[in-house]
Each structure stands twice: as structure tokens, then as C-alpha cells.
């Protein structure tokens, strides 16, 4: 293995630094430079360019493909900030926020077809394999974000259906990513599934991670607490709440957040003493272990020699916030 | 040549019924089969598979390339009439007016994942070729929407201006469609760039005889006429009678859709009573003439038989409404 995640990290923003827009017309381009030059940390590209350094294949030559993953993520950002009508996004105005929901909604639909540009250059040998593979993912995506929006209106939310809508919303691109990776450096089609399941379970342990991170986050950090709460979304930690409250301490869960007469750190009190009432934190943690060990356990089994897996395992580590 | 215009729109009716979607998320996917089978004239089908008839091409296989542009087309519908706040398609209620932006916005997102997905199953052959002619169709489509955008607050528009927007806006997905054709049918080069110009021309010619029924067109058959006028919107109309007006009727033209003070009617009668005085009907007809003569001539100068060509040049008469 030539990279580390550093490395790699550093090879892909320069093969980003690359991506070329015409200049007009202004208003459908410059809110993707905007996008795509806003930080975030890249995380899809560098599990699908970790995952070729894995296999043995060609880094440089998986750049494009890891350019597609990384520009149909920022699609989802872009259009994702208009169905929940977000003004902020890392730290900044969204795009919707900055131009308006048509520039987000056309200038996305432009950085979806950018995408499926920059994934044509991987070559003619695989480039059947992995449009399926892309094409796949993104409709999972979108399913995902269609099932968390029908979530807003439900009546009851099981932890299963959670558990498969944040496979689709969050886990698919991931493990979409590890597939291509897998897929361009000629692993087998065992080896493939594996990586599959691998990103599978490292993506719903990290959503999963985030959602309690939402209550029970360490505000020193800067993690403002409790804006899941706020805004009445699903997430973990409130199906398993609602599973185990009576009927009375359901309603409390039910309405908290719409409540006029009291303030925002009231309302995240009330849900958080429920929270602790029910002992929703202790068995989300349980959930996020099994699905993390369960990730790291699916690493061995490949057919690679087990050093070749190192950085996959860090990148693991790295994105449960864990050193070791 | 094995079909007629008739008979490869029944071949590719069939086709298209074979459209399977899956039956959840329901939000997301009863949006898709309601716009699909809303009708329309499947007219960038029909032209694909056309060229590749012309060409000797193998039109079955070709179906899924069209599904793919029919496909697209109509997701490029659910998203413009979002931007345009449009509550009618095709005489029914939009997909935005009947299930929302959100939903319009999203279904319309998996449709054009979902025309890429058609388009994967080409044949590895001419894959990486047709992926790219997509691609940059699709984008010029996005480009010439913000175009149109654009001009609705622009100060000027010129002539060249306009014609350059509804080259992409309307021409591009012609053009698209007779080029993945003729590549399908492993025409030459030479003959791909003249499918490019002559539905490209035709696209223009289309496009200008709308603008122009829009204010002449004849009402005795159900088309209603000025809505254009009404929405304030650039047509080649338009375009021309500003360049041609002095000061004071420029004024006229420029604000008679947004006056309070007086009915629809008038406010036709106003500015089509302009579009007279400054002769726009007459420039606008040659304008047709010249792209619809200019597009029968590239037909006569391809390196097939003059025979084959039969059935693409009814396919442009029928466009435009003429017999012969």
C-alpha cells in the first residue's frame, strides 16, 4: 500500500482542485465551486481510493470515480438543504440559503450529472460494473431521504424501519464508494459483498454514533445539544424511546418540541430526562458497538493479507472518532 | 427500414409499460409512473430510434436508450415546473402542484438516476461514447433552463442571446437523441455531427414556431393564445420587437404584463398590437423557414441512401405540423 489516509487525502483534493466549470452561466456554476471548495472531509472518496490501495489496483487512476462520489454527495447536501429548508451547511449559508431553492435545484441537478461525467473516465473494462453499482446507490439515497421525510408525519417508527431508512440515507453512499473502490482494483465478487457489509455496518454505526451524539454530546467540544430534539426528528434514541414509553410518557415525546410556552432548553430537558427514564442511551450504545466490531470483524475476512487492511481499519477508527 | 414513425411509437409504448419501479417509498415512485405514463408525444424516442432505423441499426436494442431520454426529458419537466411554479402539465395537475416541491424535487432526482440506468444497458460497446453524449446533452439542458432564468430580470436580450438558450434548452435533447442514434448505429463521425446539426436546426425551428403560435397561433383549435405575453415572458417575439421598438414602445413592452389596471385581454391586445407595428411576425417566419429548410438539407448530404432518410424527414414535418 503506497497512501495513507493523509496521503490520500491530500492527492484527492488536488485531483479536485482540478474539476473545471465553464464560467457561465454564473448562477449554475458558482454555487457547485461553492459546494465542492466548502471543506468537509471527504470521506467517501478516500474509503473508495483507500479501498483500491487495498485491493492493489491503481490510486491515481480511481481518482475520477472517488471526484464522482465526493460531487454526488455534495448534490444531496445541495438538494437535501431544500426539502428541509437549512440555512446553514459546515458552518456556512447554504446554497439555498445563499442563491435561492431553484439555483440549488438546477445547479444540483448539474453536479448529478457531473457526477456520472467524471465516473465514465474510469475505463471501458469496469465502467459497466460500476455505473450499476453507482446508479444503485444514489437511488438508495434517495429512497433513504424519502423514507426520512415520510418519518416527520408517521405515527410510529419501529427501530427496524430506522435502522434500514439510515441504511439508504447515510450507509449506501459508503458502502457504494467501497464497492467501486473494490470493484476498479478487480477484487473478487466475494470480496466485493464483503466491503459491501463492511461499509454497511461502519455507516449505521456512525449515524447511529451521530444521533446520540445529539443528546448526549460533550457541548465542550462546540457539538451544540439537542437540535434533533428540537426539530421533533426521528432518530434512534426517540424510536427506542417511543417503543418503551407508557402512553402518557409517549404524548411528553410526541409534542415536547411544539410546545409554545416554554424555551428550547426546557424542551430538550423534558425529552433528555425521558431519555434517561427509558434507558434509550445505554442500548444505543449497545447498537453502535455491535455494528462497529461487527464492520471491523468483516475487514478479516477478506482474502487480502491482514496488513493490507490497516488504514481501512484506521479510517474506521477515524470516523467513530476513536484513536485505537 | 423495418419501421414507420407509427410503428416504432408502438414499439417503444411497449417498451416503456415494461417500467418497473419498485412500489415503496410510495411518495417517491407514484410521481415517477404518474408523469411517465402522463402521454406526450415521445418525440426524442422516436428520433433516436429513427436514426438508428435510417442508419441499419438494431432498433430493439436501442429501446432502453430510448427510455432513457423519454425518461429524462420528463424529469426535466417535474423540475422545471417547480421553478416556474407551473400547477399544469399536459392538461393534469403537475407533480409539484399535486404532491409538493419536495416530492417534484426528489422523484424527479431518482428519475434521472433512473434514465441513466437505462442508458447503462446500451451495450459495453458504445457505452462509454453514448455515456458522454448524454452527459453533455443533460448539461446543456441545465445550462439553457438557468439561460431562460436568467433573462426573465435581464435589462436586454439579444437576438443571439436567445437563440443560443433555446439551442440548449430545447435543441440539445433533440440533438442528443439523433446523435446516441446514429452512434447506436455505428454511423461515421462525419454523419453523427450532421444528426447533431439537423435536429438542432429543427429544434430551433420548433421552438420559434411555438414562440410565434403562442401570439399567432389559431385559437379555433384550442390553443389559448398570449400566455407568453401574460408571464412577461422572452420570446423570439419579444426579443425582436425590443430591438426594433423606440424608447416609448420598448417601455410598453416591458411592463404591459405587469399592470394591475387593466385585463388579459388588453394586455394582449397591447403588445401584440407592437409585435405588428414593428413587423416581428414576418422576421419570425423567415427565421423558421430558414432552420426548417436548413435542417431538411443536412438530411440530403448524409452517406446513407436518400431513401432511408424517408421517415426522418416526415418525423420533421410532423413536428412542425405540416403534411408535406
Redesign the interface.
Known amino acids: 500500500m503506497k497512501y495513507t489516509n493523509d496521503t490520500i487525502l491530500n492527492l484527492f483534493e488536488s485531483a479536485l482542485q482540478q474539476l473545471q466549470t465553464?464560467e457561465e452561466?454564473e448562477?449554475?456554476y458558482s454555487p457547485i465551486i461553492y459546494s465542492m471548495s466548502g471543506g468537509g472531509k471527504r470521506l467517501r472518496p478516500v474509503l473508495l481510493l483507500l479501498t483500491v490501495d487495498a485491493f492493489g489496483g491503481n490510486v491515481e487512476e480511481a481518482l475520477p470515480a472517488g471526484v464522482a462520489v465526493e460531487v454526488f454527495h455534495n448534490f444531496t447536501l445541495l438538494?437535501d438543504d431544500?426539502?428541509d429548508n437549512a440555512s446553514m451547511r459546515r458552518g456556512k449559508p447554504s446554497v439555498f440559503a445563499k442563491w435561492g431553492?431553484?439555483v440549488a435545484?438546477?445547479s444540483?441537478?448539474?453536479m448529478?450529472?457531473?457526477a456520472?461525467?467524471y465516473l465514465?473516465r474510469v475505463g471501458?473494462k469496469n465502467?459497466?460494473r460500476v455505473?450499476?453499482i453507482f446508479?444503485?446507490m444514489?437511488?438508495e439515497v434517495?429512497?433513504g431521504?424519502?423514507?426520512d421525510?415520510?418519518f416527520e408525519s408517521a405515527e410510529k417508527v419501529s427501530a427496524v424501519d430506522y435502522i434500514q431508512m439510515i441504511e439508504r440515507k447515510t450507509s449506501a453512499l459508503l458502502s457504494g464508494s467501497a464497492m467501486i473502490g473494490a470493484t476498479l482494483a478487480e477484487a473478487s465478487d466475494d470480496d466485493v459483498r464483503k466491503m459491501h457489509r463492511f461499509a454497511t455496518e461502519l455507516g449505521l454505526a456512525f449515524q447511529l454514533q451521530d444521533d446520540m451524539l445529539d443528546s448526549y454530546g460533550d457541548e465542550s467540544l462546540g457539538k451544540k445539544i439537542g437540535g434533533d430534539i428540537l426539530e421533533g426528528k426521528q432518530t434512534y434514541l426517540m424510536v427506542q424511546a417511543m417503543s418503551r414509553a407508557n402512553d402518557e410518557q409517549r404524548e411528553v415525546l410526541r409534542s415536547t418540541h411544539k410546545r409554545k410556552d416554554i424555551g428550547d432548553d426546557e424542551k430538550i430537558a423534558i425529552v433528555k430526562a425521558l431519555y434517561d427514564a427509558l434507558d434509550v442511551k445505554h442500548s444505543t450504545e449497545q447498537q453502535i458497538e455491535i455494528r462497529f466490531e461487527r464492520a471491523l470483524t468483516i475487514l478479516d475476512t477478506l482474502s487480502i493479507a491482514g496488513e493490507r487492511t490497516k488504514h481501512l481499519e484506521e479510517f474506521a477508527r477515524g470516523l467513530m472518532g476513536r484513536k485505537k
Open positions: 465553464p452561466p448562477l449554475l438538494h431544500i426539502m431553492g431553484n435545484l438546477l444540483g441537478d448539474t448529478l450529472i457531473i456520472y461525467k465514465a471501458a465502467l459497466d455505473l450499476n446508479s444503485d444514489a437511488i434517495c429512497e431521504q424519502q423514507y421525510m415520510d
